[in-house]
């Protein structure tokens, strides 16, 4: 039988941890739990997202099959959560797949230091 494991987080390699954990922590409403120059971390008790400083990280591009991952958040009004997460340091690429004639599936952003994550309709 194969030993269960109990996810704890998802860690972000960054190159500036404290800002991006408070980045997210505006997005998702999860307190920064621990914030220091190298490391900082955001949950509800639940769900965790830590940030790791890795000084030399380069974004990848976007579209590129060099991605290695992205999130995904779930928001009542796609449009407006958009305009709220680009005020606050997101950028939206052109290429947007989840974007078609039919309306909006999913947008994809990328946060300040270039990762990627899509805002999704409830």
Not at 1 to 13: E, G, R, S
Not at 51 to 80: I, T
Request: charged share 30%.
């Amino acid at each position: 039988m194969t030993t269960k494991a109990k996810l704890l987080a998802v860690t972000i390699d960054c190159v500036e941890p404290r800002r991006l954990a408070e980045f997210y922590s505006k997005i998702t409403g999860f307190d920064v739990t621990y914030a220091e120059d190298d490391y900082a971390a955001i949950g509800d008790g639940t769900t965790n997202i830590y940030f790791g400083r890795v000084p030399d990280r380069k974004p990848v591009s976007w579209p590129s099959p060099d991605k290695q991952f992205h999130l995904d958040f779930r928001v009542p009004d796609v449009d407006r959560a958009v305009e709220e997460y680009v005020a606050l340091g997101a950028t939206k690429p052109d290429f947007q797949p989840g974007v078609s004639e039919e309306g909006t599936r999913w947008v994809v952003l990328q946060d300040p230091e270039g990762h990627l994550f899509c805002v999704i309709p409830e």
